[in-house]
């Protein structure tokens, strides 16, 4: 009994210090703050607009042309007025349609395959851009019979081509094939080198008539 009187004696003193230690502390973090001085800038800022104003109005600037100055035409470049397609493709804007937007994507393969034929001339590469112009061909040929576009010159053209265009690639696929079994001479004698170069040669142009064709038309729906 005596223990537990003791210890309670104990524990209230120890309270009681502890209390009396935080108020202490406590009471001389305010007197810190009552006595240091405040931290930070006292005074006035300086007008730094004043001194840009200043830079600015120091600094010249040189132009590039001076616009107090009389233009001299007679050196200026001319356009080239006189020129139908600048007149009609720079100056002007063409009209898009479903059939330009067709035909142009025809255009692009046209390209890749003279492309293919200036350089490499490679057998399976210059098959592949066919077959895909043949399929591109024979959708606009779907799409548009029986509609005004069945009409342009262009669109028969692209008939023709197509069958041509199949032709060569087929002509180019046997002389691969049976070159190496037959003659020169007699039916063999197509699968000639020089037979293949003129019937590719003569393609070209039918290709680089059709870019022509497609120019004309762009030029038509200006």
């Keep these: 009994m005596k223990s537990k009187i003791l210890l309670l004696f104990l524990i209230i003193i120890f309270f009681q210090s502890s209390t009396f230690g935080f108020s202490l502390f406590k009471k001389k973090q305010s007197l810190l703050h009552e006595t240091e001085p405040l931290k930070g800038y006292y005074g006035t800022l300086p007008d730094l607009t004043e001194q840009f104003r200043e830079l600015n109005e120091n600094k010249t600037i040189q132009n590039l042309y001076d616009s107090k100055k009389e233009l001299d035409t007679e050196n200026l470049l001319k356009a080239p ?23 142009f994507d025809i255009k692009s393969i046209i390209e890749k395959i003279i492309k293919c034929i200036d350089t490499t001339n490679e057998i399976q590469k210059f098959n592949s851009l066919n077959s895909s112009l043949i399929d591109n061909i024979a959708y606009v040929e779907r799409k548009y019979k029986g509609k005004v576009e069945e009409n342009y010159k262009l669109f028969k053209m692209l008939l023709i081509l197509s069958k041509e265009s199949r032709n060569i690639s087929t002509l ?20 000639r080198p020089e037979n293949i170069k003129k019937q590719t040669d003569h393609y070209k142009q039918s290709l680089n008539g059709i870019l022509n064709e497609i120019q004309e038309l762009v030029l038509n729906f200006i």
């Design 172 to 191: 180019r696929m046997e002389s691969q094939i049976y070159s190496k079994y037959m003659l020169y001479s007699g039916e063999g004698a197509k699968y």
């Design 81 to 103: 007025l006189e020129n139908r397609k600048y007149v009609d493709i720079i100056l002007k804007k063409p009209k898009e349609t479903d059939f330009m937007l067709d035909v």
